[in-house]
């Protein structure tokens, strides 16, 4: 079995390899959640149960596929920065609710940091953890970059933000059903300041409204992290 993996290592390792297997995983996790319409199967989780047993059998490090695949990363960048054309088509909505906006995302940002750094400091967790922990709400690169830039460790930071995103966009729609919000925009902001890129993405199965301000929720709440996290690692 080794040795049929050495001879093959150079093509599963490579970034042509790598790239089919991360879009093939997803795509197929698209359709398998197009027809079962089954909140649980979401995409990004059915990719992660493809690749991390690929990987763990194949004995490919992290650091590896994370090269190969930079293409996606960095494509993280501008998929965000796209998500100003869908909310242009809504600008109407956002006039006469820019302060309320601006408020909402705010207090989500501060909740958002304060909640995760206490909780970990009761469990007793270091300063690395609580770092790496703070940006969890934001959008990848987001979170990646400040965590780098406070002492955490960018990879275990991606970890946490795509936990927050998958259960954020599974539990998101029917916390806000449960509790009577019925705003597009309150539901919007909700699901972008706690989830960022995948609650966005479910947010736009919930509506055209829903899913734009959740993508102008992802770029106000990375600008308020940014200038919060500074102030919070005094409790750190």
């Given at each position: 079995?080794?040795?049929?993996?050495?001879?093959?290592?150079?093509?599963?390792?490579?970034?042509?390899?790598?790239?089919?297997?991360?879009?093939?995983?997803?795509?197929?996790?698209?359709?398998?959640?197009?027809?079962?319409?089954?909140?649980?199967?979401?995409?990004?989780?059915?990719?992660?149960?493809?690749?991390?047993?690929?990987?763990?059998?194949?004995?490919?490090?992290?650091?590896?596929?994370?090269?190969?695949?930079?293409?996606?990363?960095?494509?993280?960048?501008?998929?965000?920065?796209?998500?100003?054309?869908?909310?242009?088509?809504?600008?109407?909505?956002?006039?006469?609710?820019?302060?309320?906006?601006?408020?909402?995302?705010?207090?989500?940002?501060a909740v958002g940091i304060m909640s995760v750094v206490l909780i970990a400091k009761m469990l007793g967790a270091d300063?690395?953890?609580?770092?790496?922990?703070?940006?969890?709400?934001?959008?990848?690169?987001?979170?990646?970059?400040?965590?780098?830039?406070?002492?955490?460790?960018?990879?275990?930071?991606?970890?946490?933000?795509?936990?927050?995103?998958?259960?954020?966009?599974?539990?998101?729609?029917?916390?806000?059903?449960?509790?009577?919000?019925?705003?597009?925009?309150?539901?919007?902001?909700?699901?972008?300041?706690?989830?960022?890129?995948?609650?966005?993405?479910?947010?736009?199965?919930?509506?055209?409204?829903?899913?734009?301000?959740?993508?102008?929720?992802?770029?106000?709440?990375?600008?308020?992290?940014?200038?919060?996290?500074?102030?919070?690692?005094?409790?750190?």
């Open positions: 079995m080794n040795n049929i993996l050495d001879q093959i290592r150079p093509i599963i390792s490579s970034e042509v390899f790598l790239l089919m297997l991360s879009m093939g995983s997803f795509l197929l996790g698209v359709l398998i959640y197009k027809r079962t319409k089954i909140t649980l199967l979401q995409p990004l989780l059915i990719s992660m149960i493809i690749i991390i047993p690929f990987l763990k059998l194949t004995h490919i490090d992290y650091p590896t596929f994370y090269k190969q695949t930079r293409i996606l990363n960095f494509m993280l960048g501008p998929s965000v920065v796209a998500l100003g054309y869908v909310l242009y088509e809504q600008i109407e909505q956002i006039r006469g609710n820019v302060i309320s906006i601006l408020t909402s995302v705010f207090v989500g940002s300063h690395i953890l609580m770092v790496s922990l703070a940006p969890k709400s934001v959008t990848t690169p987001i979170a990646m970059s400040l965590s780098e830039k406070s002492g955490g460790i960018p990879a275990l930071t991606a970890a946490f933000v795509v936990i927050c995103g998958i259960f954020g966009g599974l539990i998101g729609p029917i916390l806000l059903r449960k509790l009577g919000i019925k705003s597009k925009i309150a539901q919007g902001l909700a699901m972008g300041s706690s989830a960022h890129a995948l609650g966005t993405a479910r947010a736009m199965e919930m509506g055209a409204v829903e899913g734009a301000i959740s993508g102008l929720a992802i770029g106000i709440m990375g600008i308020m992290t940014a200038l919060l996290i500074p102030l919070a690692e005094r409790l750190f």
